[in-house]
């Protein structure tokens, strides 16, 4: 059974700095794009960033751009997301996903296959 587990949440101020880690299990790791959404209380879910399956290619969320950096560790089959210069917008659960399409720029966010189940993230003023 496919389990991505996040962790690396919790309570920083504004300004602060998280890193964010999913790992995978019972998946081949490499084979998938992997990103990273996140759902504010009352808001719809949105995708923040995504990685290609070798780490090469990226997307951020202009609302993170400049501010978080996304990264993948194959041999650890790890996702991790550096999160830094944080806000109080910033305040979310940060789900982790797997998908599968031939290109960065080809995978729907409502595609992803397999999802963790959340960390919580909150930036306090």
């Known amino acids: 059974q496919v389990q991505l587990v996040e962790s690396g949440g919790g309570l920083v101020q504004a300004g602060g700095s998280l890193r964010l880690s999913c790992t995978a299990s019972?998946?081949?790791?490499?084979?998938?794009?992997m990103g990273w959404f996140r759902q504010a209380p009352g808001k719809e879910r949105e995708e923040v960033s995504r990685i290609s399956t070798r780490g090469v290619g990226t997307y951020y969320a202009d609302s993170v751009k400049g501010r978080f950096t996304i990264s993948r560790d194959n041999a650890k089959n790890t996702l991790y997301l550096q999160m830094n210069s944080l806000k109080p917008e910033d305040t979310a659960i940060y789900y982790c996903?797997?998908?599968?399409?031939?290109?960065?720029?080809?995978?729907?966010?409502?595609?992803?296959?397999?999802w963790g189940q959340g960390t919580q993230v909150t930036v306090s003023p």
């Open positions: 996903a797997a998908g599968k399409a031939w290109s960065l720029s080809a995978l729907p966010p409502s595609q992803y296959l397999n």
């Open positions: 019972a998946l081949r790791f490499d084979a998938y794009i």
